[in-house]
């Protein structure tokens, strides 16, 4: 089984639609999760959950996690054998799960597996196709899920650059397979983390501290 985690904070404007296209995905419903990790939002995020209550198992945190704690707690719910994550602005291809748990399921020797991305507006319009091995983003990539516990799941000192520091970890024991095909869906807009300058900067000596050794 498949474990998708979706966190969200205040994104109550994307969220549907990321949750929409994990519904529509070809891989029979009974072979896949949907967990929303709902990260202490002050929008109206709580209120669209609602009305997939029935299709997703939602939590609701009384607490701001960030992003690391709140992916952390969605991978300590989820039943599946293999765990995949998709941020609340984006959304996935319908074959998306369908072929990574192949992948997976069909050779023992890959550990995780990514996909390459579309850069879309905020309209959905593809921007740029990019090659995921080369410039790798924290989601589209399908983990076995008992090897991101042998790595020690996310750090949650890290608010930024979260995805960097949990790569380093796992290829330092791990591989990441890519599969040359656009599958994932990368929305850019004004409220994009990583345009927060500030904060990647802070994490990035944090990153270069942590690993420097």
């Not at 597996?113 to 983003?137: C, F, Q, T, W």
Request: glycine fraction near 4%; charge should be negative.
């Amino acid at each position: 089984m498949v474990s998708l985690i979706i966190t969200t904070y205040n994104y109550a404007q994307y969220v549907e639609r990321a949750i929409r296209s994990a519904l529509d995905q070809s891989l029979s419903s009974d072979q896949f999760e949907i967990i929303v990790v709902n990260d202490c939002s002050t929008d109206g995020t709580k209120s669209v959950l609602e009305n997939f209550e029935k299709d997703a198992r939602i939590f609701n945190l009384e607490e701001n996690l960030g992003l690391s704690g709140a992916r952390n707690f969605g991978i300590k719910k989820a039943k599946g054998q293999f765990v995949a994550f998709l941020d609340a602005d984006d959304y996935l291809h319908k074959e998306t799960l369908r072929l990574q748990k192949l992948f997976l399921e069909e050779n023992n020797t890959l550990d995780a597996v990514s996909v390459d991305y579309y850069l879309v507006d905020d309209r959905g319009k593809h921007i740029e196709h990019v090659n995921a091995a080369e410039k790798p983003i924290a989601c589209g990539v399908m983990f076995r899920k008992d090897f991101l516990y042998n790595i020690g799941l996310y750090d949650e000192q890290f608010r930024a650059r979260e995805e960097e520091d949990l790569r380093i970890r796992w290829t330092d024991k791990y591989n990441i397979y890519n599969i040359i095909l656009p599958m994932y869906r990368y929305r850019m807009h004004e409220h994009n983390l990583t345009k927060n300058t500030q904060a990647m900067d802070k994490h990035l000596h944090m990153l270069q501290n942590k690993h420097s050794g």
